[in-house]
């Protein structure tokens, strides 16, 4: 091979092991470029690789690094790239300075820029495409919507695939080869490391996204049930105020994730309002600061159902259906199947009957009325139930809130849409009548009702006129400081999408 193809060769690979170990390791592009041979040790016991070099913003005392107190843990793809560049490197460091072949490039002590390697990363891509994309049968590295493909890039990236994609903490270990409390928080247990820094912005944006996303289909009407409906309803209103937040440190995006207001975690199939004094998912000696999947409990009084979980639902509920009908199940899995597809159910129907009847429905007037209907019917049957002593899926008392349970309807639709049957129950079990006093108090609650749908409506104005006046003050102050505040949503560089 002729030199004048071999330095633009070593180039380009040297920038390809550049790209594997950033993107993979989560390394700040001075911390890659600050690698030096024998950075890469082994630990057979653990299984792990580690990876030692110059850690930057960190305190003068640990900012040299030896294999005894390791900060990054690697993968093998990771390491791989690190082997092929002390192969390739001249000098101590992985990645010398200057043109590559040239006398500077192998005598040079100092290490390549951050514009030398951004002019490295558009020269490799433009390569690729010409000359290995057809070769390889490979797609072509497209543009990039958010501008070009950067080194500083890559660290975001990585925060946000964790933070973003469906189980992205295993995503983390299983792709990246590396524990989420290992890498996450600070490389190795050290938190001071910085990334946790990217996650945390990471994950207050998507936070605040979906807050923003939750109140615009609340104003839509969106039904929410669950007992944890009314904090999640009141949680998605208060948390509006984060709207045109501009955050200077990451200490800031932490106390921001800490408020109550932004506890709302949307899962597969609910949403955890989350509280840590009533989880369900709570080990006593855990300190978790937000739901634990793994441990979530269907009885749990943190969960809420929005239309977009009840959706879910009803496709699980019908693929649970499928599994129950297979003949080789052995029996105490179709037992557990069950009792899941019985819970499911029952938080579908909670679902339906406590959907508000107003004015502003757009159910069809027949299938409104049928579901009425039937709700009665469920009402009446249940009180038959209690009554005979063969109570199905309650405790068998004679109350209205046992009622409400067996019948699979919430206490206040009880009252407020069915309040003969309730007479009717408790003449029964000898409750004794409702207050004659009933006429005027539902007449009191649909006034009250009323002006609250004018106070919502006043509100809905002030609102717009806040977040205006909070995008001309986000917009002011990122001009009289545009050099150090970091602005959310556009702060740090953007994530690669695919």
Not at 184 to 200: P, R, S, V
Not at 294 to 318: P, Q
Request: proline share 5%; aromatic share 6%.
């Amino acid at each position: 091979m002729e030199t004048s193809e071999l330095r633009p060769l070593i180039r380009h690979i040297t920038t390809a092991c550049f790209i594997v170990i950033a993107y993979l390791s989560g390394m700040r592009v001075g911390e890659v470029l600050n690698l030096r041979r024998g950075c890469v040790t082994r630990d057979p016991k653990l299984d792990l690789i580690f990876l030692s070099g110059h850690q930057l913003k960190t305190t003068p005392q640990r900012a040299e690094r030896s294999p005894a107190t390791i900060p990054w843990v690697i993968n093998a793809q990771g390491a791989q790239a690190i082997a092929i560049l002390e192969d390739l490197a001249p000098s101590a460091t992985l990645f010398p300075f200057g043109h590559f072949g040239t006398a500077n490039w192998l005598r040079s002590p100092r290490t390549r820029t951050k514009n030398s390697l951004a002019d490295d990363v558009h020269a490799f891509i433009t390569w690729f495409n010409t000359t290995i994309a057809d070769t390889v049968d490979h797609p072509t590295i497209g543009e990039d919507e958010h501008g070009p493909i950067t080194g500083v890039r890559l660290r975001r990236t990585l925060a946000w695939h964790i933070v973003r994609r469906p189980g992205g903490t295993i995503a983390g270990a299983n792709q990246y080869g590396h524990l989420f409390t290992r890498m996450t928080h600070g490389y190795a247990g050290q938190a001071d490391a910085g990334f946790l820094d990217e996650i945390t912005f990471e994950q207050f944006l998507l936070r605040t996204e979906q807050l923003h996303d939750d109140h615009q289909r609340l104003t839509r009407r969106e039904h929410v049930s669950g007992p944890a409906a009314d904090t999640y309803r009141h949680r998605v209103r208060e948390g509006q105020r984060f709207n045109g937040v501009t955050l200077t440190s990451a200490a800031q995006a932490n106390t921001a994730l800490s408020n109550p207001d932004l506890q709302i975690h949307h899962g597969a199939l609910l949403t955890c309002v989350w509280r840590p004094e009533t989880a369900a998912c709570q080990a006593p000696t855990n300190d978790e600061n937000g739901p634990v999947w793994a441990r979530c409990r269907l009885n749990c009084s943190n969960i809420a159902y929005t239309e977009r979980d009840i959706t879910e639902l009803r496709n699980h509920v019908t693929k649970l259906r499928t599994d129950l009908d297979l003949q080789v199940l052995p029996l105490p899995l179709h037992r557990r199947l069950h009792e899941r597809l019985t819970e499911h159910d029952r938080a579908i129907h909670a679902h339906e009957s406590t959907r508000p009847l107003d004015r502003n429905d757009t159910m069809p007037t027949t299938d409104r009325l049928a579901q009425l209907k039937a709700e009665r019917q469920r009402i009446r049957d249940a009180s038959q139930r209690l009554l005979t002593g063969t109570s199905a899926c309650s405790n068998g008392k004679f109350t209205i809130s046992t009622l409400a349970t067996e019948a699979e309807v919430s206490r206040q639709r009880l009252y407020e849409h069915h309040p003969d049957l309730v007479a009717d129950f408790k003449a029964s079990a000898g409750l004794g009548p409702i207050p004659p006093n009933i006429d005027a108090l539902q007449q009191q609650l649909a006034d009250a009702r009323e002006q609250i749908r004018e106070l919502k409506a006043r509100e809905a104005t002030n609102l717009d006129q806040i977040k205006t006046l909070c995008a001309v003050i986000t917009e002011l102050t990122h001009q009289d400081h545009a050099g150090n505040l970091i602005a959310l949503p556009t702060a740090g560089p953007r994530p690669l999408k695919y």
